[in-house]
Nanobody
Framework: QVQVEESGGRLVQAGDSLRLSCLVS????????MGWFRQAPGKEREFVAG????????VYSDSVRGRFTISRDNDRKTSYLQMNSLKPDDTANYYC?????????????????????WGQGTQVTVAS
């Protein structure tokens, strides 16, 4: 059984950096594309970043491109989201998800419904 667990969220100041981690238990982590989503209070959950199985292809939302970096370590079964130049608008609960049906050469997908396994989320709060 696959379990997804995020960590690293906390209260930071605007302009700070923070790295989130996502540990995926179970076999075949390398066969999953990984994605990060976030949900702010009163808003729908939105796509933030995705990385394909090989790690060579990444995609970002317009709101975080240039500030956030997604990566993965297949040996550690972990995906990371490095967040720099944080803004109060980045305040949200951040979720990690695994896409088990992704194709090796395909770019990461951006829709929630394409992801199969989800964590419980980790809260990031950016104070102004």
């Amino acid at each position: 059984q696959v379990q997804v667990e995020e960590s690293g969220g906390r209260l930071v100041q605007a302009g700070d950096s923070l790295r989130l981690s996502c540990l995926v238990s179970g076999p075949l982590f390398s066969r999953n594309a990984m994605g990060w989503f976030r949900q702010a209070p009163g808003k729908e959950r939105e796509f933030v970043a995705g990385i394909n199985r090989s790690g060579r292809d990444v995609v970002y939302s317009d709101s975080v491109r240039g500030r956030f970096t997604i990566s993965r370590d297949n040996d550690r079964k972990t995906s990371y989201l490095q967040m720099n130049s944080l803004k109060p608008d980045d305040t949200a609960n951040y979720y990690c998800a695994a896409d088990r049906t992704s194709i090796l050469s395909s770019p990461p997908r951006t829709r929630e419904e394409d992801y199969d396994y989800w964590g419980q989320g980790t809260q990031v709060t950016v104070a102004s």
